[in-house]
Structure formats: C-alpha cells, structure tokens
C-alpha cells in the first residue's frame, strides 16, 4: 500500500479503510513506507476534510496498539481515570484521585505537563519533594494494589505513534483537528488498562476550546469514539474563563488541593472535583444514581479518608507526606508584589488565559516541551469574578523569583481583570454533559 494513495483518498474527501489508518499509524511508529513529509501530508489533509466516527475509532486504536497496552485484570477493582483538556488552576486530579480511590474506585493516573498557559499534573506533583512520576510497571501495579491510586507520566512504550504526531501537529498547523485530538487523548486512555473514562472538556478563556460549539465537538467525539473502543465515558463540559479555585503555580496548587482535601477548599474546586468524582464512582459501578455517588464521594471528603490517600501515595512514590501538614517543605518563592484594582466596585471578569501565560513567563510553565519549570512562583488570586473590591485593594499577590519575569508577568495579570459597578451574572461551573 503506498503512502501516496492514502494521502490522495483523504485529500479527495473519502474514507480511509482500517488498512489504510493501519499502514499510518504504522510509518508513524517505525517509519515504514512514510517520510515524514507525507505524515504531515495526512495530517493536514485530515484537517481539512475530517474524518467518520468510526476512522477515528479504528485510528484511536492503531494508535493505542503501536506500543504496550496495561493489562490490569490481575489488579482487583474497577478502573476509571478521568482526563481533562486543560485549563488554568486545574488542580483536580490531585483532588478527585484520592476521592475516588477512597470510594473504592482503582485509579490508573497517567497524566502530561503542562506546555503554554496550561498547567500539568506531573509538574504540580514533581513540586513535592521527592515524588516520583516515572515508576516501573511493576510498582505501578503495586501502587493501584496498595494504594487505589497511582499517578505517573506518559512512558515511552505507550503509544509510540502519538509521541510523532503530536510533534508533527504542534508544528505543522493541526492541532486543532478533532479526530486528531481525539485519538491522542483516547489511545493513551486505553493503554492504561481501564475500563472507564471521565472526560472534563475545560471551554472559555483559559481552556483549548474557547466557544461553546467547538467544545460540544469535541465531547461528543471523546465519548463516542471511547464507546466504540469499549469504554465507559462520560463527558462534562466545564468553564474556564477563570481560574479555577484561588491559587496557580505548582507548589501553590499542591497547597491548595491539600486544603481542598482537607474540607477548606474554595467552592468552585471543591464542588468540580466532587462531581467528576462521584462520576468516576458511577462509572464504576460503585454507586446505584449520582445522589449516591455524591454522598460517598462527599464521605470520602469530610472524613479525611481522601486525604489519607493521597498521603499514602505520596509516600508509595518516594515523596515526602510532610508537606501535606507543613507547607514550607515545599518550594517557596522568596518575593511577593501585589496587582490592585483600579476602582472600587465588583470584579465582572478575570480572564484565565492571561493568568495562565502570566504564570508561565513567571517560570512556573513552559514556552517549549523542552524547558524548565520553577515549581515555587505563581498567582494567589486575591479576589475572583463577583467579588466586591475597593480602589487599590490587592487583586493578585504574585510570587516571584526573577525582576525580569515579573516585569514581564505584570502587564498581563493589570489587563486580565475588569472592574465593574455591578456584580457579574453568576457563571455555572458545568455548562453540559455527555455521556
């Protein structure tokens, strides 16, 4: 089968064959019969012209089988992960991972860093001293037996295929592709081993899909394609025009998800991270309705059972549990500087990507896959949308280590807030679901 012949079938609108996505996938992995230029060829075509539910299945799988698959069977419990687009603040999966686990729930957490204004599970947990993210599959395994949770990184043997798209995607103007994005997300998901997913397609400001439209595709597409691969899905779409919760930054988020766990955490991250666990919990089969799933979610929280849990992992995987009780053990920025309101009046709108990018220029992101992060800077949002300030009260306090980043940081967080004279309509938190 030549490479040109699908790229021609594609370009002229038409449906490719499972051994047409297979002869892909395949010269994405290895090579064969594709030059680089020619995947690009592909990707751009499926740009353009899309593909059906069931190439995108058939290309999620391919992509899932290019590299090792987790057979989990011999780990007792039903598996469920949940998986979000991205979003600023989005500290959940510390959150609702221990929840869920504490439900009774096996949690398989293989998650990304962040890139751009997006923050990362792997670099908020890397903020704790001495956590591991890279284990083998062996202690792995021993994690979800011991602990109900284990949260790692993306290694290398799983799905190989999605490492060379990406890359290409990221530089050849695809990005946005749906099918595309549907089959990174879900071939990763079903190398993990489970058996249900809950999806939080983030929509706003803050998030990878900014209107209401694009992220109803894109939901759709994720529990559509997840079904026909034998997952349970359920797709939530949630707002991200601001921030989630009050803190962003690495260590900040771990800080404040400890809190969360603790039962002090802000309504909006607590209320989100409940609910998408108590969805992980349905999908489960733990529960008979959402009311119940609620109540042992919401158990789980207030008695400290989910907080235990994620002490226990944190210990599992080599990091140090202290933090939770004492936070100084975590890296702290030695500088301060706070952004006021100009007026008195209500905050009417904060806009989560500018915080997001403000955050990354602080040090606390990155620009490239390939730099750095400073787990200790970040953004403590002093006030959020419908809060009442007055003249020169503090808006962000900005924790910071280099003049130069903050000098750069400040501009974007003084343009990202507006000051109103009347409170702003209150926002729902979850604008939809899909399951």
């Not at 797709?235 to 009050?246: E, F, H, K, V, W």
């Not at 004492?326 to 915080?355: C, F, I, N």
Request: glycine share 10%; proline share 5%.
């Amino acid at each position: 089968m030549r490479s040109v012949d699908v790229i021609r079938t594609k370009r002229d609108g038409g449906e490719l064959s499972p051994a047409q996505i297979d002869s892909f996938v395949r010269g994405a992995t290895t090579g064969e019969g594709w030059a680089p230029y020619q995947l690009s060829a592909l990707l751009m075509a499926t740009l353009l012209r899309g593909m059906s539910p069931a190439e995108t299945a058939h290309l999620t799988r391919a992509m899932a089988d290019s590299g090792t698959v987790l057979d989990l069977s011999d780990v007792p419990g039903p598996k469920v992960d949940k998986h979000s687009t991205g979003g600023v603040g989005d500290k959940t999966s510390l959150v609702l991972g221990p929840l869920a686990a504490a439900c009774g729930v096996v949690v398989p957490m293989m998650s990304g860093r962040g890139l751009g204004h997006s923050g990362g599970t792997l670099d908020k947990l890397e903020a704790i001293p001495g956590f591991r993210v890279g284990l083998s599959e062996s202690e792995f395994r021993s994690a979800l037996r011991r602990v109900g949770l284990g949260m790692i990184g993306q290694t290398a043997d799983v799905a190989p295929a999605d490492k060379t798209l990406y890359a290409m995607r990221d530089v050849t103007a695809t990005v946005e592709s749906v099918p595309l994005i549907t089959a990174s997300i879900l071939s990763k998901k079903i190398a993990e081993g489970i058996s249900g997913l809950v999806m939080d397609v983030k929509c706003g400001h803050g998030a990878f899909m900014k209107s209401l439209a694009d992220a109803r595709h894109l939901a759709a597409s994720l529990t559509r394609v997840g079904t026909a691969n034998g997952l349970r899905v359920a797709s939530l779409i949630t707002a991200m025009d601001a921030p989630l919760g009050r803190l962003v930054g690495n260590s900040l988020e771990v800080i404040e998800a400890a809190e969360t766990l603790k039962g002090n955490g802000p309504a909006d991250l607590t209320d989100l991270s409940v609910l998408l666990a108590a969805r992980m919990v349905q999908l489960a089969g733990l529960a008979a309705d959402e009311a119940e799933a609620t109540q042992k979610v919401r158990t789980a929280l207030f008695s400290g059972a989910g907080l235990e849990v994620f002490r226990r992992c944190i210990e599992f995987q080599g990091g140090d549990p202290r933090t939770l009780d004492d936070y100084t053990r975590l890296p702290t920025a030695p500088r301060s500087m706070q952004v006021v309101a100009h007026r008195s009046g209500y905050v009417s709108e904060m806009v989560a990507g500018a915080v997001g990018v403000a955050s990354m220029v602080l040090g606390g992101g990155r620009e490239r896959a390939e730099d750095g992060v400073d787990h200790a800077v970040g953004i403590v949002c002093l006030a959020k949308p419908g809060d009442q300030v007055r003249a020169a009260e503090a808006i962000y306090d900005v924790r910071y280590r280099s003049t130069a980043r903050l000098m750069a940081a400040l501009p974007l967080l003084e343009e990202s807030f507006t000051i109103a004279d009347e409170p702003p309509p209150r926002a729902p938190l979850v604008i939809e679901e899909i399951a």
